[in-house]
T-cell receptor, first 114, second 111 residues
Framework: DSGVTQTPKHLITATGQRVTLRCSPR?????VYWYQQSLDQGLQFLIQ???????AKGNILERFSAQQFPDLHSELNLSSLELGDSALYFC?????????????FGPGTRLTVL | DAKTTQPPSMDCAEGRAANLPCNHS???????VYWYRQIHSQGPQYIIH???NNETNEMASLIITEDRKSSTLILPHATLRDTAVYYC????????????FGQGTELSVKP
């Protein structure tokens, strides 16, 4: 158990819909990262937040957005869903911008878009 | 971030050492080598990282060549539970930023 929790574990929805994935980082971790893992693209970094502020952006689509709240939990919002958005979405946390940079990953949310 | 190259798959007998190579010929001076693994579809798990000295922890050893262009992750006594995809990543220490995952090496530990 990494200490990172993600909800829901599974999500099935239809094209065009909007969903929200939630992540609670390990206690004390200030950084939250979101990754997408699909069969054809592998594990891809989407976005990082540190203490409520966006710090790094990867290959995140404009239809996707994220935020980190004052209690440090984070949400990833996916809108206008397409079939190709079906993937595993992982959240990871680390103790911040300094330190050993070890990221602790949650169990993931499996999104299926029908 | 420097690109890393790993063999797509490897086999290892249970109880033997598993040596997983990684090539990172364009690594820069401030980039560390990190290893993560992913068992089935679980979240990736940190294994070890290093800059230029060899490193060892309770999970594995990391050997980095003197020119830092390649490294080897060693699992000293592989078990069936070590069957996973192993990712070698070059990333800047303390940047706290993204990890760029390649295709990794799928290690199969066989009885």
């Amino acid at each position: 158990d990494s200490g990172v929790t993600q909800t829901p574990k599974h999500l099935i929805t239809a094209t065009g819909q909007r969903v929200t994935l939630r992540c609670s980082p390990r206690s004390g971790d200030l950084s939250v990262y979101w990754y997408q893992q699909s069969l054809d693209q592998g594990l891809q970094f989407l976005i990082q937040y540190y203490n409520g502020e966006e710090r790094a952006k990867g290959n995140i689509l404009e239809r996707f957005s994220a935020q980190q709240f004052p209690d440090l939990h984070s949400e990833l919002n996916l809108s206008s869903l397409e079939l190709g958005d079906s993937a595993l979405y992982f959240c990871a946390s680390s103790d911040g911008l300094a330190g050993i940079n070890e990221q602790f990953f949650g169990p993931g949310t499996r999104l299926t878009v029908l | 971030d420097a690109k890393t190259t790993q063999p797509p798959s490897m086999d290892c007998a249970e109880g033997r050492a598993a040596n997983l190579p990684c090539n990172h010929s364009t690594i820069s001076g401030n980039e560390y080598v990190y290893w993560y693994r992913q068992i089935h579809s679980q979240g990736p798990q940190y294994i070890i990282h290093g800059l230029k000295n060899n490193e060892t922890n309770e999970m594995a050893s990391l050997i980095i060549t003197e020119d830092r262009k390649s490294s080897t992750l060693i699992l000293p006594h592989a078990t069936l539970r070590d069957t996973a995809v192993y990712y070698c990543i070059a990333a800047i220490y303390n940047q706290g930023g993204k990890l760029i995952f390649g295709q990794g090496t799928e290690l199969s530990v066989k009885p």
